[in-house]
Structures are given as structure tokens and as C-alpha cells.
């Protein structure tokens, strides 16, 4: 049933706008800021490392070809796009390793939508560094309750790109300093023009489409102008019950900034199978086992996780990072530095195929009940002579197992070294830390002169 509102009460997506326009820079709380930071900081390591990906490539190219050419950075690249273009482009680039920021509330991935399209949105602006990291954490704020509105057991896939537009356009127009009326309206378009990715749910093929990600960020831009020109869109969106529950959704306007929720990937691969891959590495170094002493590995988990591929013969970089046993082999044969980022050598090993045979994955009715709130494993690992278990309720990269700062750097130098020269390295962590300085300029510049080498 829809609910009817009378003349004089205001439709969500207005209420949202109102809170979002109004809002003044000196109203984003320091700790935000700086979450928006350390998110901007591990959404240029995620994007360094997949540069050179093909998946990546084929996006970026498509963007030079489709979008005309403007004032935004196509990262590590003489190349400058409209803002939805390069928007586009860069996000491919942070999203296709699986290696990006991810949300519990949200079940997907804030960052890659929000940071490349807000930071091309910032450079129409003219904007400074704080203002930068302000839209940032205003786009999640907007993105993450929006999505933590909807009932996640009727939804037929957690796909980012069903959501992620909402965050950028509240990012833009608070950046542009827009008119509510105007935002209301992008908040309207953006829910009807982002991709609906309901195969994502039932589809057990690999493919380089990452949730829809890149076409969110270029959505929620397009949404924008659109309706900076008069373009309408149903203000009524979120006030249907079937479908979102309006109380989360305006938490934006007085609740906790959720930036600071966010969690981050120490591998690159499926974030629900990061307490098992935690829970393996940890009793073989505690046990000093080798990958031959593992004769068996059981893997009590969430259902969601026993839903992905799991192909313990993957033949793909993107089947393997859906595959809980065969990222266990992985992690058992490299261990955890093996999928920072995720190297395509390990694919299509006979030894890392037949140990991924012996990993067996079961539902478990008590940790199942905690899902979203937590993504939790029970590992047992069976060798010739005992019988190893491992409880991991909170990976590393969760709020309640954060990374610290110099986790977050490791991150970062792990990504890019690779890529990028160690000068270089050093000085895009310092243009990043130079956001809260309020300087963009130095960011936009080591993106702009960087070149990222074959990683």
C-alpha cells in the first residue's frame, strides 16, 4: 500500500534534499572527515591495482569513445572526460579488483561508487580538500541508509548499483550548492535509472559487470544534470513500505555519520569469506601446518556466502574471487599476502585445485542468524593427527576489528608498489593526508602525473 501523504507533508526524498542543501562544511564532524580520508586513500590503492585489469581497459575506453571530453581526471592518465565519464571510468578501475570499501548496513560497496564520481564532481566545483571529504561522506550517508532502508530478505540481490546513484547525486549537489528541489529530483531519477542487476542474484556465471558499480557513478551524475535541466522524477519513491522503511532513511538527517561503520578488504576477493580465509591463515601459522599437513577444511558459515559460484575450478580472475574453497587454497598455499591484490598465476594450479576439493561448506543456522550484522566462520581443519577449530566473528577490516592507520598505508603501498614508483607512492599517501589541509589540488595532480606501470 502506498501512503498519502496531504499537501502540506513533504515526500522523503524532499525532507532528505532539505537536510543535504542546508548542510554547512563546519556540520561534517572531524571523525567523518577523517574516515573519508582513510576511504579516498583505499579507493586510489583499490584503483592503482586495477588500472591495467582488462575488464578496466574496456570500460575506460568506452568512456573516451561515448562521453565527451571536459575537465575531470581520468586517473594515471593525460585524459580529462565530462564528469560523468570520468566518473565512470575511475570507477571501473576501483571496483573490478574486489578490493573496495564495503558497508554491513548497506550489503555493498559505498566507495567505489561515491569517491571517483564525488572527486570529478569536486573538480567542477572548484572545491577544496575538506569539501572533497565532506560530499564524500554526505554521498554515503545518503547511499548506506537508503539501502539499509529496503527489507534484505525480499531483495533478490545486494547489488551496489542499485543504490550507489544516490549517494552522488547528494555528493554533487551539495558540492554545486543546489536548490533541495533540484537533489529531491536527482534522488528520484537516480532510483529509476540505476541498473536493476537482478541476474546478479540468480546468475552463477563470471563476468566483469562488479554490481553495476561504474554505471551507478555515472548515473547518479547523469540524474544530477538531468535534473539541474528540469527533468522530473517521482518524489514519491521512498515513501512506498513495500519497499523502503522511511525511518532509516531520514536517520541521514540526525543520526551517526556512517563512513565511520565502513569496513575494509585486507584481500581481494568476496568479503564473506574473509573470516574463513582469516580463521585457515591463522591455525596454520599457530600450528606451523604446511598445505599437505590439511588433509580436510569444513567451513560453517551464512547462507549468502554458500550461494556464490564456490567453482574450485575457476577459470577466471572473477570466478576465483567468488569461490570460497578455491581463495582458500589460495590462502593455505600463499597465505594471506597471496590475495593482496588477488594474482591470476594461482589459477588453474593442479595442486590449489585439488586442495580445493577438500574444503567442504555448511550452513550454520546460528551464525546465519547474524547476517548482515556479521559475516562470521567456523573453521575445522583436520589433519592426519588432530582436529583444529577457529571461531572468527569479526574479520580484520570490520569496525569491530578495524584496520589501524598503518594498516591502511600497508594496504595502500601492498596495491600500488607494483604499480607505481615508491616516490610515488609516498607522495599520493601525503596528497591524501593533505585533504584535511583543505588542499585538493596536490590529489588531482599525482592522479593526473602518475602513470601506472603493468602490475
Known sequence: MILVLNKSTKWTSERLAEHVCHLKSGDIPHSALSSASRCVLDAIGAGIAGFQSPAAKVVRQFCKEFFSKGTASVWFSDKQLSTAGAAMANSAAVSVLDVDDGSRLACGHPGAVIIPASLALAQAAGASGRQFLSAVAIGYQVAVNIA?????????????????????????????????????????????????????????????????????????????????????GPLDIFDNPEYFNTSIILQTLSGPYVIEQTYFKPYSCCRWFHSGIEGLVDLMQQHHLSPSDVHSVQVYTFKEALTEKNDVAPQSLESAQYSYPFCLAVAAHGGAKALLPFDEKWIGRKDLLEWALRVQLVLDQELDALFPRQTAARLVVNTQQERLSRLIEYPLGDPANPLSLRDHQDKFFALSRKCLHDDECHKMVKSVDDLMNDDLTGLILNLEKCRVKGC
Open 148 to 232: 539499509a532502508s529496503r527489507d534484505l530478505s525480499k531483495l533478490d540481490t545486494y547489488s551496489t548499483g542499485r543504490w550507489g546513484a544516490y549517494g552522488v547525486a547528494a555528493a554533487g549537489a551539495w558540492l554545486y550548492g543546489l536548490n533541495p528541489s533540484v537533489l529531491a529530483h536527482a534522488l528520484a531519477i537516480s532510483g529509476n535509472y540505476s541498473p536493476m542487476q537482478s541476474a546478479s542474484g540468480y546468475g552463477k556465471v563470471a563476468n566483469n559487470v562488479k554490481e553495476g558499480i561504474p554505471w551507478s557513478a555515472m548515473t547518479g551524475v547523469a540524474s544530477l544534470g538531468l535534473a539541474q535541466e528540469g527533468l522530473t
